[in-house]
């Protein structure tokens, strides 16, 4: 590992030099939050953000993509993906984990190769947290604030320059697009002490000891039958989530008579259709049981038998957009809380 320093004045110069190479996307302004969109000049970047709307993984399985193009005479045709290189700017720790944790997803029993070929046309280039929100709590997930995987570079925000550290070959060879210094031990110390004052800095957690079991346990609590009475069943908690890989294929009218598409998009085991079968039968006709399928995967990936398969790493990564962008109010790790007594 390399570690280097990155005076803020230079930040610039080394995205107008990203730019000529990758198609860069990172956190930028709109209203209030923060999306990740394109971004063409350092102006256009804004670092000190919390969560974006959409998860980083909306650039590798978008919201709604097509598939095939067909007509009723010729043989399907494939729609190709986009050849451009990508690199993600600024993506925090919890974000980080939840692509490593779809790679796996995606790549293991049924591997999904349009999710592959993106990540692996791919670089990124992540952001220690020092600042922590009100609703995250990546900290009781174990995936931040800092990251520890998955980066070509990792940059930690020293005030008046950047921390850069490498995590890849490639992290090593954009070093050298940078105006650079070596960092110093003071460097190394001071990035240490924001890192463990962000630490102190989480209102909200989860213990996380025993929960895939206590879940298991508690598929009859009342509070899932106190929830329903509020919820929804909006999906924005699913939707947000960076995490949550389930999608629907349909076949839809193309825009010129006689053609027809094949196309891809999210879905949310929140909403009633989710779990339909034939003759409009349902799995979980309930709004209480949809609303703990969610709760329940996040938290113990499925029930303890599949936690555990999972090497115990949870689905959820804390990054507390379900929270935020609840509209009534439904908090996670609340319920973690209750669950327990």
Not at 210 to 238: F, M, N, R, Y
Not at 267 to 296: M, N, P, W, Y
Request: proline share 5%; with cysteine.
């Amino acid at each position: 590992m390399k570690q280097i320093v990155l005076m803020k004045a230079n930040l610039g110069h080394f995205i107008n030099g990203l730019c000529k190479e990758f198609m860069v996307i990172g956190p930028k302004r709109k209203k209030s939050e923060h999306i990740f969109s394109d971004i063409s000049d350092a102006q256009d970047l804004d670092l000190n953000y919390l969560t974006t709307i959409l998860p980083p993984k909306k650039l590798f399985i978008p919201t709604r993509e097509t598939l095939l193009e067909f007509d009723r005479w010729g043989a399907p045709n494939p729609v190709p993906i986009e050849e451009e290189k990508l690199l993600l700017f600024g993506v925090h720790s919890c974000d980080l984990s939840g692509l490593l944790l779809l790679d796996r997803v995606y790549s293991e029993d049924f591997p999904y190769p349009r999710y592959l070929e993106r990540r692996q046309n791919s670089t990124i280039v992540a952001m220690a947290c020092t600042d922590p929100g009100d609703t995250c709590f990546c900290y009781s997930m174990g995936t931040g604030p800092e990251p520890r995987a998955g980066y070509d570079l990792v940059l930690t925000d020293l005030g008046d320059r950047f921390l850069v550290e490498t995590g890849t070959i490639e992290g090593e060879r954009l070093l050298k697009m940078m105006k650079r210094t070596e960092a110093s031990r003071s460097d190394l110390e001071l990035k240490e002490k924001l890192i463990s004052e962000a630490k102190q800095k989480f209102k909200r957690k989860v213990d996380t000891e025993g929960l895939a079991e206590t879940i298991a346990k508690s598929l009859d609590h009342p509070i899932w039958k106190q929830l329903a009475e509020i919820c929804l069943a909006c999906a924005q908690c699913v939707m947000s989530c960076p995490t949550c890989f389930c999608f629907d294929i349909r076949d839809q009218w193309g825009s010129t008579p006689g053609k027809t598409i094949r196309c891809v998009e999210w879905d949310a085991c929140i909403l009633l259709e989710f779990a339909e079968v034939a003759l409009g039968g349902s799995f979980r006709k309930d709004r209480g049981a949809r609303l703990r399928q969610f709760v329940g995967h996040n938290l113990s990936w499925g029930g303890a038998s599949q936690y555990e398969t999972f090497n115990g790493q949870h689905k959820c990564v804390g990054c507390g957009r379900c929270i935020r962008v609840c509209p009534v109010g439904i908090d996670i790790t609340e319920i973690a809380k209750q669950l327990r007594g």
